[in-house]
């Protein structure tokens, strides 16, 4: 399968768009609210002591200078942008001089982790299940599987977690309660001992998001089974004597498979929202959390940083996933997409 | 499409959806809770240092009270009044502004088309959570943020689903048969879209309210378990918020954790059953209920 | 005429079961059909004449159920054998050129692809030279370019799709090809040249073929026999030139009179009234309401389906009484 290049081109200007987009509004929404991070710093350093009020003025005005606040809006605007490209996040206020880049590149593995590891489950079981469920050739018992996967579905994935950590880890004690990995082992990656640690404190909250995921995915593709089923090229496979498992998984299956891919792009954003939420809950060192900490403290650097890289993420991930469309319908590159 | 006549005709059609039944049954009781029993249940008690803390449930606290002293009935009935609300302004907001752009966009289409369109795709690759938690962490003060304004920025992004649904089912309308008898008739581009596309819709319209609320209750929830918007008036948000703020897991308060928990899942069922319902009464044929 | 015949039908039954009781898409139906010979079936849509097709591949789905009757098939009752005896004999002797041409092929697979999976879930086993070969074969045979091998359906058009399903539906060489309005979503230019090709490859296999549809004019210039079908049940069969020539049942008679005609062109003669609910059929006749020429009889009993003449069954009072 060749890809054209007008279709990879008019991705990627999309892409372009909604980075610009997401930076943009980064940009504006502080500019917009009646509220000044540095004299909201300053105050706070007088309060604990740390800073004289004779110190304040100066101090404030080589901060507003750091920062570039003492420059033109469209200069701010164009070095902003310029930044935001080359990916230069700035540094956190609460942490000075830390990086926000090197804040992310500490804790977005984390994440990736379990995320990726209960979105990629969620997403097979689901797709399995809602197919079989939706195939009326299948054992009508699959059937009973819906409604407990369609109620996990609706509860959003850090209130399913609150029911996990108070029976599995405060009840069962089957799982810890909190963290990534014990404080009592060495933080060695290369001891199997640390990475079993890992696992085990990275299955409460990867439990959650798959259980609430599941159910979506189920429910979507019974959808999409029924309507195949009605397919004209569905009927004529059953003419031509083909075999059952041949019918599901050539025809059937494998014709649900673009818009079941088309919604896991879609669904993206809801994922990476709802880990952030869970590893809030668990207190998970990713990144999710780590945007929880910044908003708690204020830390304008890190939480636009922090939304930024996501979106950004979310963007690269979208791309990629529209340039497989192509390996999934033939019928998508002549279009045009 | 099933027309009902009036209330019985309604309730006639339900029977044959329980789906839609059921979840209208949860949010009716959850609002009679939200609202009748707050009658007999004074607001006081909602706030720290209102009572004895840390009381499981006993006859004089049935929902027993957490750690600083709040008993967990009142803030339970006036924290889901809250949330609701904010769910529901911002939902309606949504609706409106979403109906009103579908519809132009859908029906007259051109450049005005074509900007909203390509703002909409950028919105829907962006997660509106993410938005929601940059717009409304530089808000100044949100700890006095009152439920106007907290329903004001959910529906910044609540517009963005219910301007793509509609839009969608807006142009696939336009083409057929009854559209086109209209137009050959002379009815005028806003006669049409009032008295031939809308009644259409409705069903349409009613599933994007129930999005677009429920994405509104789940948007509150979020950023209110992230210590955004305020924290010191009862919502079922900022119960989970200092839940988890007061180790409510490390001491066991096991009704501190399981009473909101509840209340926001049937709050999510009710939802999800309503919008399955009304998927079924929009598409009859292609549809089974869970 | 051979001793027996290769399709027998005895009194099939194909009802569907609706909340409001069962309709009787296939009421009773008998009748035989030699090997080599081209059969049309026609019928008004909701005659039931599509539910024919699908009952002969056993392909009724819920509510739908065969309720009676035997489906003969070189004395095989198709009726009686499993699921899986039946898939074997799909495609292998039994074949089916289906509808909907534009969408009878999966979207997603290449034409060669989909013109072998037939046959290898048949247990034909090929080396890759053999199957490449025989989908150049299979393509020539239905006029279609070699690279249309490599094709996806939705490069090709519609006429060019339906000479695939065709491919596919001789691929194994069956004996008898069911073939429902196989050129009804077609112009009329295409249609013309997809049924010269299914009746040159009918005439050089020697294959036996139903031809479902409604158009009279089409049936005339193509089938050997035909059979005319109307509310569920069958009217009147016969060989075609005779039927044209001296129709015996009034719905025969309108059928052919409602055809346009070159030279008084324009003077299209429907037939009036509308085809009755097959919940609720019509007592006695179910012709009756809609028949010039009925009398008391026909409202009160049910005119036999009868041999006339060798080979010509009836089922009207005009030629029994």
Same mark, same amino acid.
């Given at each position: 399968m060749r890809i054209p290049l007008s279709y990879v081109l008019k991705r990627i200007g999309f892409l372009v768009a909604v980075l610009f987009t997401a930076a943009t509004i980064n940009f504006l929404i502080p500019k917009l609210a009646p509220r000044d991070p540095v004299t909201e710093l300053i105050n706070r350093k007088i309060a604990s002591g740390g800073l004289t009020s004779e110190g304040a003025a100066e101090f404030g005005d080589s901060l507003r200078k750091l920062y570039g606040l003492d420059k033109p809006l469209w200069q701010q605007y164009l070095t902003y942008i310029w930044n935001m490209m080359r990916f230069d996040l700035g540094y956190s206020i609460v942490n000075y001089p830390q990086r926000v880049s090197d804040i992310i590149g500490q804790t977005v593995f984390w994440t990736l982790g379990f995320v990726a590891t209960s979105t990629i489950l969620a997403f097979l079981i689901g797709t399995v299940v809602g197919a079989l469920v939706g195939w009326s050739k299948t054992s009508k018992w699959f059937s009973w599987l819906m409604p407990p996967l369609a109620m996990f579905s609706a509860i959003p994935a850090f209130i399913l977690a609150l029911v996990l950590i108070y029976f599995l880890a405060f009840k069962l004690k089957a799982f810890p309660l909190r963290g990534g990995f014990s404080a009592t082992i060495e933080k060695d990656w290369s001891s199997t001992e640390f990475l079993l640690d890992v696992v085990h404190h990275a299955i409460l909250p990867g439990l959650s998001m798959l259980l609430v995921s599941v159910g979506g995915w189920a429910l979507g593709m019974r959808a999409m089974m029924v309507t195949v089923e009605g397919a004209d090229y569905i009927t004529f496979a059953e003419a031509k004597g083909l075999k059952g498992s041949r019918i599901f998984f050539s025809y059937a299956l494998r014709n649900t498979l673009l818009p079941q891919v088309t919604a896991l792009a879609m669904q993206l954003g809801l994922i990476v929202s709802g880990a952030t939420l869970v590893e809030t809950m668990f207190s998970y060192p990713g990144i999710g959390n780590r945007l929880g900490a910044a908003i708690a403290a204020l830390d304008y650097p890190v939480i636009y940083g922090i939304v930024f890289f996501m979106v950004v993420g979310i963007a690269v991930a979208t791309l990629f996933v529209d340039l497989l469309y192509p390996f999934l319908d033939p019928r998508i590159s002549y279009s045009g997409g | 499409m099933q027309k009902s006549q009036g209330f019985k005709g309604f309730l006639k059609y339900v029977r044959r959806n329980p789906a839609l039944g059921g979840g209208l049954v949860i949010l009716l009781l959850l609002l009679l809770f939200s609202t009748v029993a707050g009658l007999f249940v004074p607001k006081e008690g909602a706030y720290p240092l209102s009572t004895t803390p840390k009381q499981p449930p006993s006859a004089e606290h049935p929902f027993g009270t957490d750690s600083v002293g709040r008993d967990l009935l009142p803030t339970l009935i006036y924290g889901t009044q809250m949330t609701l609300s904010i769910g529901l302004i911002a939902g309606c907001i949504g609706l409106g502004v979403g109906t009103v752009l579908g519809f132009m966009t859908g029906y007259f289409g051109g450049l005005f088309d074509t900007i909203i369109k390509f703002l909409v795709d950028v919105l829907m690759t962006i997660p509106s959570f993410l938005l929601l938690v940059t717009i409304a962490s530089s808000v100044p003060n949100p700890e006095e943020m009152s439920i106007l304004q907290m329903a004001l920025i959910l529906s910044l992004v609540a517009w963005v689903q219910p301007t793509r649904a509609i839009r969608a089912q807006v142009m696939s309308m336009r083409e057929r048969a009854f559209v086109m008898m209209a137009k050959l008739s002379g009815m005028s581009g806003m006669e049409i879209i009032v008295k031939e596309l809308m009644p259409n819709l409705l069903p349409y319209l009613a599933i994007s309210l129930a999005g677009a609320v429920n994405g509104g209750v789940l948007g509150s929830l979020g950023l209110q378990t992230l210590g955004i918007g305020n924290l010191r008036e009862p919502s079922l948000g900022m119960t989970i918020y200092w839940l988890r703020y007061y180790n409510a897991f490390l001491q066991g308060y096991w009704w501190w954790i399981i009473e909101p928990v509840i209340m926001i899942a049937a709050i999510f069922i009710a939802f999800l059953l309503i919008s399955i319902g009304l998927d079924e009464f929009a598409n009859p044929r292609t549809r089974r209920t869970v | 005429m051979s001793a027996t015949p290769l399709l027998q039908i005895k009194n099939l039954k194909v009802y569907y079961y609706v909340e409001q009781g069962a309709v009787k898409a296939v009421d009773d139906i008998s009748f035989n059909m030699e090997l080599g010979v081209k059969m049309g079936l026609v019928g008004e849509s909701g005659s039931g004449k599509s539910t024919m097709a699908l009952a002969l591949m056993r392909m009724i789905k819920p509510p739908g159920k065969i309720v009676g009757g035997q489906m003969l098939l070189d004395g095989t009752d198709l009726i009686k054998l499993s699921e899986e005896q039946m898939r074997q004999i799909k495609l292998s002797r039994l074949a089916m050129i289906p509808q909907g041409a534009m969408n009878s092929l999966n979207p997603v697979m290449r034409i060669d692809k989909q013109l072998v999976d037939g046959m290898l879930d048949h247990n034909v086993i090929m080396t890759k030279e053999e199957r490449e070969k025989r989908v150049g074969a299979l393509l020539e045979m239905v006029d279609l +370019? *070699? !690279? $249309? +091998? !490599?094709?996806? *359906?939705?490069?090709?058009s519609g006429g060019m799709q339906q000479r695939v399903t065709v491919a596919q539906s001789i691929s194994m060489e069956p004996d008898l090809i069911i073939a429902d309005e196989p050129t009804s979503a077609l112009d009329v230019v295409i249609q013309r040249q997809v049924m010269e090709t299914i009746n040159r490859l009918q005439q050089r296999l020697g294959l036996s073929v139903i031809l479902i549809g409604h158009d009279m004019g089409l049936m005339a210039q193509t089938v050997d026999r035909l059979a005319v079908m109307y509310a569920g049940k069958l009217m009147e069969i016969g060989e075609t030139r005779a039927m044209f020539r001296h129709p015996l049942h009034p719905y025969t008679e309108l059928l052919i009179k409602s055809l346009p005609v070159l030279e008084n062109k324009g003077v299209f003669s429907g037939i009036p009234g509308i085809t009755p609910s097959l919940l609720n059929p019509p007592t006695g006749c179910v012709f009756h309401p809609r028949c010039p020429k009925a009398w008391d009889l026909c409202e009160k009993t049910t005119p036999p389906f009868t041999e $006339?003449?060798?080979g010509r069954w009836v089922a009207c009072h005009l030629n029994t009484a």
């Open positions: - | - | +370019a *070699p !690279k $249309v +091998a !490599k094709m996806y *359906p939705h490069e090709l $006339v003449e060798s």
